[in-house]
């Protein structure tokens, strides 16, 4: 059986790290964290936010929810309090599916 590189996962991601992640301004991840209440990064002494996986979950929900949904920011916040346990379920499917996708374009150039 090939080695297989385990997938580290951080326990802590930076602004910086956050907001590349999701190609948006920090102001932005900041707006959303006034926004909505699920968003809650820790913060270091400096003040400086320290998301968790949990943190990235809620955000990738969120940006789910408004930029591709179409929600406004009041319907995100209303559905979020009415399903939230769909939603990351939605989201956790979601992720499954384009982890599915990235494995199978690896192998289709692999095979050409």
């Known amino acids: 059986m090939p080695y297989k590189e385990r997938e580290i996962n951080k326990l802590y991601y930076t602004m910086g790290e956050v907001t590349e992640m999701f190609g ?3 102001s ?7 926004e909505f209440d699920i968003l809650q990064p820790k913060k270091n002494k ?3 936010r320290l998301f968790t996986q949990e943190d990235i979950a809620n955000l990738k ?3 789910n929810l408004v930029k591709d949904k179409g929600y406004t920011l009041q319907g ?3 559905y ?3 399903n939230k346990s ?7 499917v979601v992720d499954s599916l384009e982890r599915l996708k990235t494995f199978l ?3 289709r150039d692999s095979l050409g």
């Open 24 to 26: 948006v301004n920090a």
């Open 28 to 34: 932005q991840i900041r707006f959303y964290e006034r």
């Open 46 to 48: 400096k003040g400086n």
């Open 61 to 63: 929900i969120i940006f």
């Open 76 to 78: 995100a916040r209303e």
């Open 80 to 82: 979020l309090k009415a």
């Open 86 to 92: 769909e939603a990351k379920e939605n989201q956790r």
């Open 105 to 107: 374009l690896e192998v």
